[in-house]
């Protein structure tokens, strides 16, 4: 099982990214998997979950309405786009899987409850 995060980079307050996850080693739509975010001091965080075999997705509040998860299960790929980019949101970004096949809606945003992540890609909004 890999995870391999990319598309990090530095944005100004108010602009857009987009970061990539290609995953190997399982299919992507049969199982949940979610966007995590570390600050420098702080603990890891959820940021977006997507269940298996839906197109249902949950965002903790602080970045509905700007964040947006999507998959591509033909590339094996999960996607998080995100605009109106704030300083607030630098961090580091992880992908992770519980490799568990979940469709009964929201899994979990508890980093806890995953076993497998990428590597991380940096993300840095300036003010």
């Known amino acids: 099982v890999q995870l391999q995060a990319s598309g990090g980079g530095t944005v100004e307050a108010g602009g857009s990214l987009g970061l990539d996850c290609v995953v190997s080693?399982?299919?992507?739509?049969?199982?949940?998997i979610a966007w995590f975010r570390q600050a420098p001091g702080k603990e890891r965080e959820g940021v977006s979950c997507?269940?298996?075999?839906?197109?249902?997705?949950y965002y903790v509040d602080s970045v509905k309405g700007r964040f947006t998860l999507s998959r591509d299960n033909a590339k094996n790929t999960v996607y998080l786009q995100m605009n109106s980019l704030k300083p607030e949101d630098t961090a580091v970004y992880y992908c992770?899987?519980?490799?568990?096949?979940?469709?009964?809606?929201?899994?979990?945003?508890?980093?806890?409850?995953?076993?497998?992540w990428g590597q991380g890609t940096q993300v840095t909004v300036s003010s």
């Open positions: 992770a899987t519980p490799l568990v096949d979940y469709s009964k809606g929201y899994y979990s945003l508890d980093p806890q409850d995953y076993d497998y």
């Open positions: 080693g399982f299919t992507l739509d049969n199982y949940a």
């Open positions: 997507s269940s298996s075999r839906t197109d249902d997705t």
